[in-house]
């Protein structure tokens, strides 16, 4: 069983930037696409940032020109830079892959890392 480690969050004030790493246990095939998710308190897991295997990406709306996702598939790890952090970004981000034939999650969800956005 493959397991994801999502690390790099903290404590920042707004306008301020972190950036996220998500590191695999073992290979990702390339039908995999890697995404990151956030999950503020109280709300439902929400999609942030996907990329496919040939570095073709695609951002939420409220991230976009903000927050930039990349995947280094030698080290089989995926990161998120976000810049110009806002307190509503706060949440607990995941990371987790997706078959793009079959949709199914390449593991278990992780820990996740915590983020938070205050002055």
């Known amino acids: 069983q493959v397991q994801l480690v999502e690390s790099g969050g903290g404590l920042v004030q707004p306008g301020g930037s972190l950036r996220l790493s998500c590191a695999a246990s073992?290979?990702?095939?390339?039908?995999?696409?890697m995404d990151w998710y956030r999950q503020a308190p109280g709300k439902q897991r929400e999609l942030v940032a996907t990329?496919?295997?040939?570095?073709?990406?695609n951002y939420a709306d409220s991230v976009k020109g903000r927050f930039t996702i990349s995947r280094d598939n030698a080290k089989n790890t995926v990161y998120l830079q976000m810049n110009s952090l806002k307190p509503e970004d706060t949440a607990v981000y995941y990371c987790?892959?997706?078959?793009?034939?079959?949709?199914?999650?390449?593991?278990?969800w992780g820990q996740g890392t915590q983020v938070t956005v205050s002055s």
């Open positions: 073992g290979y990702i095939p390339m039908t995999y696409a």
């Open positions: 990329i496919t295997s040939e570095g073709r990406t």
């Open positions: 987790n892959g997706r078959n793009r034939f079959s949709g199914s999650y390449y593991s278990s």
